[in-house]
């Protein structure tokens, strides 16, 4: 974070991290993708390490720039819920536990935890979660009560049919889902190719690879 922001310092001096860009992390599925479970917890730990960056960067304290990640092999609502409560126990809980005889708490020597709390972005071409991902958020929604859901919809034919079911779970609980369609492409050729897929879906374009940088709408 400390090289992006040194590199391209005027960009983002223009352009204001979590007003203009966000920037959104990608760790692994430590289920899944078994030999890199342990950049799951360094992605989860890495998240206020990055976010005082930000702060001192901009002068402002705290800054919430970083707050949600993209976790890939998502097959149930249990899976969205097992990383908010792991940021929580890890990060959250830990950072005010006492670390001395004296009481001093890990917070008052490192800092506070920024987020307090941390969304995850699902992200699967699995049919089984396409075609009930309705459902999945749907549960997710009741049990957790999130300000918002963001979805990453895989799988062009099959994403036309999530995008109807996530609309209709936004409708009947008044909560706002944002889906993101993925594509391996150039921009020129995306926005002439996959965008045509998608005529009457309002869409924005954004970067792929581990970090993703969007725009905002």
Known sequence: MRKLLTKYGEYFSKNKL?????????????????????????????????????SSFYNEHPTLSI???ILPFIISHVDLVRVRETYRKVITESINEKIDYYGL?????????????????????????????????????ELVSPSYVRVFVAATLLAKLALSKLRTVEAHSSMKIYPIIGARMSLLIYAKGNVKSYVGYKLRIQSTGNTILTGKS
Not at 34 to 42: D, T
Not at 111 to 135: H, M, R, S, Y
């Open 18 to 54: 979590s007003e203009y860009v966000f920037l959104t992390l990608r760790p692994p599925n430590p289920l899944i993708e078994v030999s890199s479970k342990k950049i799951f917890l360094e992605t989860l730990e890495y998240m206020p390490k990055h976010n005082d960056g930000i």
């Open 67 to 69: 707050f949600e990640k």
């Open 105 to 141: 708490k890990l917070r008052e020597l490192v800092g506070k935890a920024c987020p307090v709390e941390t969304e995850a972005i699902p992200l699967t071409k699995d049919l089984n979660f396409l075609t009930t991902c309705d459902q999945i958020l749907a549960t997710y929604i």
